[in-house]
């Protein structure tokens, strides 16, 4: 074998070994590529009450609930997102007035309207801020009081729709190329009557779980 021959085989394999080594790097590396749309599903277990304002004699204990559904991501920039999305949403919610306890369950399809700035991925990880809007149109009301073996149909008196002003924050873990863990905080401030009775406004704290991929 000529001199020639293997000094190009050598530089070949040197470039080839440089190429893969490359590659390993840009996936096992502590930054990413950001993605101009991202989909993604949640579940975000959530503590709702009511407020009453200035109405006397009512009293509300904050109750679990939980959404689920889906989110999308769409970038303006690697640091600017528009947010958004569809959940079902159901707050559950307990207040006390004339020696009577109200149990409501209330149930809505949102969707979340927000601007989301994330900090440059470093270490697998890039940490978000969230604020904007939710609007919800009611899917289903029911309450129980006191002595009531079941819950019962609202019909009209909860309010067809909710709407309110949202803030959070959390983390993005990459866990792939194309796949990413979403796990925060937010805090959701109803400004808009969710029932007749005591014309209550709501409020909850979710904690907020999600897959992108």
């Known amino acids: 074998m000529s001199k020639k021959t293997i000094l190009f085989s050598f530089f070949a394999l040197l470039l080839t070994c440089s190429f893969q080594r490359s590659n390993a790097q840009d996936y096992y590396s502590s930054t990413y590529q950001y993605k101009p749309i991202s989909l993604g599903i949640t579940f975000s277990p959530n503590m709702s009450w009511l407020r009453y304002g200035d109405a006397d004699g009512y009293k509300s204990t904050p109750k679990f609930g939980y959404a689920y559904g889906l989110l999308a991501d769409f970038a303006f920039t690697e640091n600017y997102y528009f947010a958004t999305g569809l959940l079902i ?21 949102e969707i979340p309207i927000s601007l989301k700035l994330k900090s440059t991925m470093r270490y697998f ?11 919800g149109v009611k899917l289903n009301a029911k309450e129980k009081k006191t002595g009531d073996s079941s819950r019962s149909s ?55 779980f999600g897959i992108f991929f």
Request: aromatic share 16%; net charge negative; proline share 1%.
């Open 89 to 109: 949403n159901t707050l559950n919610n307990e207040s006390e007035y004339t020696d009577v306890t109200h149990s409501y369950r209330l149930q809505y399809a």
């Open 154 to 208: 609202m019909g009209d008196d909860a309010d067809f729709f909710r709407l309110a002003l949202q803030i959070g924050g959390g983390v993005e873990w990459q866990l792939d190329h194309n796949l990413s863990m979403m796990t925060g905080l937010s805090f959701n401030n109803g400004f808009t009557r969710v029932i007749n009775n005591g014309e209550p406004r709501n409020s909850y704290v979710a904690f907020n």
């Open 125 to 135: 990880r890039s940490y978000y801020g969230q604020f904007g809007f939710t609007g």
